[in-house]
């Protein structure tokens, strides 16, 4: 984080245009590092995400005896060590701001020789881990947290056996986790899951060689499994993008043109939220990309509705919310999310971060148990914070282009996790975005 603006100041009035790129993928790029390290021979993946949040994960894997090497700031090349070669890290492993890392590796860590303690930041050290925890000791682990928060504690050497495990929350991090105890484990692991959630673990496993079963809500695997090391080509990630599709179509001066986007259907509920609204976004040139589906997305300016977004939207745009709020503040009528409790325990509580800020520039923003009511209209200038979270910082610094006046936002340093150089690229759009220590 050091060497990170402290604030933005952002807007009013910025147009954007023109033909971008975003980086790679956040959640491919953490898999891509776990699994080619334990794979067989080499695993080469361009498109990397050289954000802080998969740099973590990259450490952690270095800490554990793997080699990596680093050709270009978006391409790594992982010298697997096998399902059995991870070495005791000499200390805790720190996996920064970043929930993925931590939930993914601690399933990972489970099924290993050794014992192991995985902490996190402030934010991180805070976040609930007992959903990792309860169907990880079903399998056999031994894993203890602080009263159900890191730092999680694993002691090596159990043996794990498969389970057949209902998820309670919609939660591909613990999905994810599970299958990757269940590499280690013997027979059969299954999970159900009664809301789809993105399935990037699934399909890179099938990459690696490892035989999934998919079949409607359930998934499962069989262990021990070997991997082989293979090539991944990491899209553009949508996550990021979102905050350009906003821009283009509240901000917009004319089509903008995103690059190489992964269009993974379990991720990209908040294009069919935005089209309820009456968004014109569209996709070209779909195509595979290494098992997950890519395209290029024309977004044209245009007025959006308020609506009751369908519950069916909500799993597949978790990680969208923030800046779809931003874009119900600009809509005309009100816009009702609910069904997303799954919000409060992300880097911040989403919902009430993002309703005090929009209160600030003077949006009408009530909360909801599990979700926000917005009413669209005029918005004002103000003083943001944005409490550390990466996507709260980047959702105003787009909602500022449509403001009356200038909007401060504190606290953005950790843009950086998910999308080094957001500033830079949204200047080189159109965005007035302005950096401050
Ligand atoms: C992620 C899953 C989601 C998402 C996060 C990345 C992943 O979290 O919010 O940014 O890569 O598996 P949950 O599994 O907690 O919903």
Redesign the pocket.
């Known amino acids: 984080m050091s060497g990170q603006p402290a604030s933005f100041i952002a807007g009013p009035g910025g147009r954007v245009s023109g033909e971008i790129r975003v980086p790679g993928d956040?959640?491919i790029s953490?898999?891509a590092v776990m699994l080619g390290a334990i794979a067989q021979g080499i695993t080469e993946v361009n498109g990397f995400l050289n954000g802080e949040d998969c740099l973590a994960t990259l450490a952690a894997f270095e800490a554990m005896g793997v080699h990596a090497e680093r050709p270009a700031a978006d391409r790594l090349i992982i010298h697997g060590v096998g399902l059995r070669g991870l070495k005791a890290p000499p200390a805790a492993l720190d996996l920064g701001n970043s929930?993925?890392g931590m939930?993914?590796l601690a399933g990972l860590l489970c099924g290993q020789e050794f014992d192991s303690v995985l902490v996190g930041d402030q934010s991180l050290m805070r976040r609930p881990m007992d959903r990792i925890g309860a169907p990880l000791r079903r399998m056999g682990a031994r894993i203890r947290t602080r009263e159900g928060q890191p730092p999680i504690k694993i002691t090596g050497r159990m043996a794990l056996q498969g389970v057949a495990h209902e998820l309670d929350?919609?939660?591909?991090?613990?999905?994810?986790a599970i299958l990757l105890a269940g590499l280690y484990a013997s027979g059969r692991t299954l999970i159900v899951e009664p809301t789809p959630?993105?399935d990037?673990?699934e399909r890179l496993l099938a990459a690696f060689g490892v035989p999934v079963e998919c079949d409607g809500a359930e998934i499962s695997i069989r262990g021990p499994a070997i991997l082989q090391g293979c090539r991944i080509e990491v899209p553009g990630d949508f996550?990021s993008a979102a905050f350009f599709i906003v821009a283009g179509l509240i901000a917009g001066a004319s089509p903008l043109l995103i690059r190489n986007v992964g269009v993974n259907p379990t991720r990209t509920g908040l294009l069919e939220i935005l089209r309820l609204m009456g968004a014109d976004i569209r996709l070209l040139a779909p195509r595979d990309c290494g098992g997950e589906p890519v395209a290029d997305l024309e977004v044209r300016p245009g007025p959006l509705r308020g609506i009751t977004v369908p519950h069916e939207f909500v799993?597949s745009a978790?990680?969208e919310l923030p800046v779809l709020f931003a874009a119900a503040a600009v809509a005309e009528g009100e816009t009702v999310v609910s069904g997303a409790a799954?919000l409060r325990?992300?880097e911040s509580d989403r919902i009430s971060v993002m309703a005090e800020g929009l209160q600030r520039v003077g949006v009408h923003a009530e909360v909801l148990p599990d979700g926000i009511r917005i009413r669209g209209g005029a918005v004002g200038g103000g003083l943001i914070e944005s409490r550390g979270d990466h996507r709260i910082a980047m959702s105003f610094a787009v909602l500022a282009a449509r403001a009356g006046k200038p909007v401060v936002i504190r606290d953005v340093r950790y843009v950086a996790t998910s999308f080094p150089g957001f500033a830079a690229m949204a200047r080189s759009a159109g965005l007035l975005l302005g950096e401050q220590d």
């Open positions: 956040k959640s953490h898999r929930g993925t939930r993914l929350v919609p939660s591909a991090q613990v999905k994810s959630t993105r990037h673990t996550s799993a978790i990680d799954e325990v992300k």
